[in-house]
C-alpha cells in the first residue's frame, strides 16, 4: 500500500484543506490510503471516520506534537481512546522526553517529523540521536529542502531506523501525492498501521516533485545517484561512521 502518513487539514493552526478534498486527492493520484496527522489534536478524528466511510477509502487520524525539541508524529492504535494532548501535556512547549515516554505507554510510536526543517521552530536536528523512544524517522517530506531531507535520511541510517514519507501538506493539495510510505502490508485502521511501523514494514517513496540523491528502485535495484557538495548543511560535525539496515526512499516507477 502507499499512504501518505502525513497530511494536514483544516483542524490544523493554519491549514487550509478539507478533510474529504484531501481524500479526493489522494485518490486522484494512485495512493491506497492517508493519515491526518494535525498539529497538536486529534479532533478531527470524527469527521475522518465519517469520510472514510462514506468514501471506501483508507483514511487515518494521528498527531504531529510540537515539543521542545523538534516535531514527532505519533500514531496510537485507537486515537478514540488518547485524550487531547493538552489533557496530557499541560501548557506547551512540550517536553519530548515525556512525549516520547507517554506515547509508547499508551502502545503507540512515535516517527521524528522533518528532524531538519529549519522552517520550524526549535527543530529537533541531531537532538533525535539523543532520545529514546523513536520507531521511525521521516526521511522525505514534500515540503522540506532536498538538504534536510538528506539528512534526514542519512540519521535514520545511523540509527537503523526506517524512514517514512509524508507531503506535509497544509495549503494546498497539489503537495498530496508527491511522496509517500509503501507500507508492505494492508492496512485499514491506526492499529494495523502501528504494528507496520513497529514492525519496520515501511519504505520511502518518490512519486514526483522531489529529488533525492539516494533511491531504490520499488522492484528491488540499488540506484544511488553521486552526492555533489552542501550548501546548507545543519551539522559541522564529521558524519559518524555509517551502517545498518536502513530502509530509505524508493522510487514508484
Known amino acids: 500500500m502507499l499512504i501518505d502518513l502525513h497530511v494536514h487539514s483544516n483542524h490544523s493552526p493554519g491549514g487550509s484543506l478539507a478533510v474529504r478534498d484531501v481524500v479526493h486527492r489522494a485518490r486522484a493520484v494512485g495512493l491506497d490510503g492517508v493519515v491526518f496527522t494535525d498539529l497538536n489534536t486529534l479532533e478531527g478524528l470524527e469527521e475522518i471516520r465519517e469520510v472514510a466511510r462514506e468514501e471506501r477509502f483508507v483514511a487515518l487520524c494521528a498527531v504531529e506534537i510540537a515539543t521542545d525539541r523538534g516535531h514527532y508524529l505519533c500514531y496510537f492504535p485507537d486515537p478514540s ?88 501538506a497544509l495549503g494546498s493539495l497539489d503537495d498530496v501525492g508527491r511522496v509517500a510510505t509503501l507500507v508492505r502490508e494492508p492496512v485499514t485502521d491506526e492499529a494495523g498501521l502501528v504494528a507496520q511501523i513497529r514492525s519496520g514494514g515501511v519504505y520511502c517513496v518518490t512519486i514526483g516533485g522531489v529529488a533525492h540523491p539516494a533511491t531504490v528502485d520499488a522492484r528491488g535495484g540499488s540506484d544511488r545517484a553521486p552526492r555533489g557538495p552542501r550548501r546548507d548543511r545543519d551539522r559541522d560535525e564529521q558524519r559518524r561512521p555509517r551502517g545498518g539496515d536502513r530502509r530509505g526512499p524508493r522510487t514508484r516507477r
Open 81 to 168: 481512546k488518547v485524550p487531547a494532548p493538552p489533557q496530557v501535556f499541560g501548557t506547551t512547549p512540550w517536553p519530548v522526553r515525556e512525549v516520547l515516554r507517554t506515547v509508547v505507554e499508551r502502545g503507540g510510536v512515535v516517527v521524528a517529523a522533518h528532524p531538519y526543517d529549519k522552517g520550524i521552530d526549535r527543530p529537533s536536528g541531531d537532538f533525535i540521536f539523543t532520545v529514546e523512544g523513536l520507531s521511525g524517522i521521516e526521511g522525505l517530506n514534500a515540503r522540506c529542502s532536498r538538504a534536510a531531507n538528506d539528512l534526514a535520511v542519512e540519521a535514520a541510517d545511523h540509527l537503523n531506523l526506517p524512514c517514512v514519507a509524508g507531503s506535509g
